[in-house]
């Protein structure tokens, strides 16, 4: 289908995040979430399909890199953070798409050696907060255009549209955790300044699409005064 895609985003850069993060508790342990990081590979596929470069900062996912995109491998929030700013500073972006589920919490410090069990309490694990990525992208003198993901298991309106005005970002798509992690399908709602458009639900290759079209779209726009 490639070929006869309009190229929407012909000379444009498109910086996302994937996959979930792992958070270290000890050399063998860690808490992470079961984010699949096939809705973020997909975008990647279709802004790669829409003619844009591409950076994908992924975390420990085993999916195959896409045709033409330059992948970063990275494991915690931290790495993550790290190499998106990195890669901003470096190259700049026209478009950064948070599509990771980044861990909102990191243990404070990671032993250096495998805790052992011991008899008593449980050993307690002391939390410190992630950095949040793409509030301090969209927070940038010059931001890039930011789009954020919302999936949610309760309350998706409310909490995504909350979402999109705490981080001070024009688009949030949003999808209930039931519908759409791991699978290859999703139903998701956009939420910018006009309201909630619900997609029709399709494949994440399909919704990639129509999502990479929206963002062409308000690309296209002349700024705001
Ligand atoms: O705040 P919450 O995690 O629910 O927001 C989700 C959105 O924010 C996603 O787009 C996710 O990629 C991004 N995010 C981030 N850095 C974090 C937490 C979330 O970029 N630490």
Excluded: W
């Amino acid at each position: 289908i490639a070929h006869f895609q309009p190229k929407h985003l012909a000379g444009k850069h498109v910086l996302l995040t994937a996959g979930p993060t792992f958070e270290a508790i000890d050399p063998v342990r860690g808490i992470t979430n079961l984010s699949s990081g096939r809705m973020g590979f997909a975008i990647a596929r279709a802004a790669r399909a829409a003619g844009a470069a591409v950076t994908l900062v992924c975390g420990p996912v085993a999916l195959p890199t896409p045709a033409g995109i330059t992948r970063i491998n990275v494991v915690s929030a931290l790495e993550m953070h790290a190499k998106v700013m990195e890669c901003l500073h470096a190259q700049g972006a026209d478009v950064f798409i948070g599509v990771a589920a980044v861990a909102d919490y990191r243990p404070a410090t990671p032993a250096e050696h495998k805790i052992k069990k011991e008899d008593g309490a449980p050993p307690p694990i002391e939390l410190v907060r992630n950095p949040d990525i793409l509030a301090e992208v969209a927070a940038l003198p010059n931001p890039p255009l930011c789009v954020g993901f919302a999936a949610e298991s309760q309350k998706l309106a409310e909490y995504a549209e909350r979402k999109r005005r705490s981080k001070k970002i024009p688009l949030i798509v949003g999808n209930l955790i039931q519908e759409g992690f791991g699978g290859d399908n999703n139903a998701v709602t956009l939420f910018d300044e006009t309201g909630a458009t619900a997609l029709p639900p399709g494949s994440k290759a399909e919704l990639a699409h129509t999502l990479i079209e929206r963002i062409a779209k308000l690309l296209e726009k002349p700024e705001k005064p």
